[in-house]
Structure formats: structure tokens, C-alpha cells
Antibody
């Protein structure tokens, strides 16, 4: 089970901070993800982090986001700076697969199906002055 | 970035009838496709991955097919709990993973 929380109302130029706690099951090995959903842009993948702190993020958001992990608490977090009204959305945390990437021939490649099988309840974040 | 396009945007179906939803990828994604169901006020729920493998607990009236760029989700006989929005998602090769805009299946 994933339970998430964070501030729901932000002013433009502020920083969005969300945390997701994983209850039950293993934390290590999985990829932990943030996604968001808005009426205008649909579902959008924000980024992923694993227990070791390795991350990938959406190039469209990469310069504004920081992903972090606290394995002692089975938690992972999202920080997004310089928010605008365009960042207004329902934000979800979600579990990805175990160890999905292989390092072959000098590059990383996806080795298993990458889908999201468990989701948090969602946090509505509104950016408004 | 791979663009996923779903059609139709809305599908009106009577309970007990079948429904066919389509998803098209802008590039060849082999069978690297997942489907999700979302009901109002809920997070998406995984239905299918690998284009045609049902996730745990998903009833057999849901089936998926396709490869390359064109995919289909079929619901053989719609039950009341199946009226929802359905999304496809690709996971070809490397992030960013992208989703289609969704197909709403509504009661006719």
C-alpha cells in the first residue's frame, strides 16, 4: 500500500513537496515513481527513483524536480520548484518493476515490462495566487 | 518522445455489449504496452501489460491485442463496474513513459 501526502495549495513560484510511504512488501529493488494527471495534459510520468537513489526523470520537468529516498522509513519524495498554474494536477506515487534495467554493451536498457501496479491515493495540488 | 493516441475519445455502450478501444503509438513499440482503468476519484488500476497479459485479478472478459504501433483493448460483455476511463501506456526501451489521452466508456 502506498500512502502519500503534501501541501495541496501553492502560490506561483513556490515549491511543491510530496512524500509517499510504502507499507507492506519490499521497498528495496523496486522503482518508485511520481506521475501527475490534469485535464489538459492527461497522465504524465514525472520520474523514478530506486532504493539506491538512482533516478530518471521526464526531460520536460528535469530542471525543476528533485527525487529523494529514505530507505529507513520506506519513503520517497518529490520536490518541484518554480511551480506555475500549469503544474496544477492530481499527483500520484506508484510502484514500478523490480530492477528493470540491464547494463549491456555500455548502455542501460529496459529488461522487463515497466508498468505501475500499485498507486497512492493521489494528492490534488493547486497552484494559485 | 513516443506519442500515444487513443480513439475514440468516448464510447457509448449498453451493458452486456462488447467494446473495442484503440491505442496507436507514434513509433514501433513492439508489445511494450500497458492498459489501465480509472474510475472517478480513484487512481488508475493496471489491467494489462505486454499488450495482452492480464494483471492479477483482472477478469477474462478483458483482452488485449496488437503489436508495433496499433493496439486494441476489448471488453467482451460490459458489466456495470466496467464503465470508466481507459488509458494505454508505452514502456518501450527507455523513459519517459507516456500515456494516451484516454477513452471514456459510458452507458448508452
Amino acid at each position: 500500500q502506498l500512502q502519500q501526502w503534501g501541501a495541496g495549495l501553492l502560490k506561483p513560484s513556490g515549491t511543491l513537496s510530496l512524500t509517499c510511504t510504502v507499507y507492506g512488501g519490499s521497498f528495496s529493488g523496486y522503482q518508485w515513481n511520481w506521475l501527475r494527471q490534469s485535464p489538459g495534459k492527461g497522465l504524465e510520468w514525472i520520474g523514478e527513483i530506486n532504493h539506491a537513489g538512482s533516478t530518471n526523470s521526464n526531460p520536460s520537468l528535469k530542471n525543476r524536480i528533485t527525487l529523494s529516498v529514505d530507505t529507513s522509513r520506506n519513503q520517497f519524495s518529490l520536490n518541484m520548484t518554480s511551480v506555475t498554474a500549469a503544474d496544477t494536477a492530481m499527483y500520484y506515487c506508484a510502484r514500478g518493476p523490480i530492477s528493470p534495467y540491464d547494463y549491456i554493451g555500455g548502455t542501460y536498457r529496459l529488461a522487463v515490462p515497466y508498468y505501475f501496479d500499485f498507486w497512492g491515493q493521489g494528492t490534488l495540488v493547486t497552484v494559485s495566487s | 518522445e513516443i506519442v500515444m493516441t487513443q480513439f475514440p475519445a468516448t464510447l457509448s455502450v449498453s451493458p452486456g455489449e462488447g467494446a473495442t478501444l484503440s491505442c496507436r503509438a507514434s513509433h514501433n513499440i513492439s508489445r511494450s504496452l500497458a492498459w489501465y482503468q480509472q474510475k472517478p476519484g480513484q487512481a488508475p488500476r493496471l489491467l494489462m501489460y505486454g499488450a495482452s497479459t492480464r494483471a492479477t485479478g483482472i477478469p477474462p472478459r478483458f483482452s488485449g491485442s496488437g503489436s508495433g504501433t496499433d493496439f486494441t483493448l476489448t471488453i467482451s460483455s460490459l458489466q456495470s463496474e466496467d464503465f470508466a476511463v481507459y488509458f494505454c501506456q508505452h514502456y518501450n526501451n527507455w523513459p519517459p513513459w507516456t500515456f494516451g489521452q484516454g477513452t471514456k466508456v459510458e452507458i448508452k
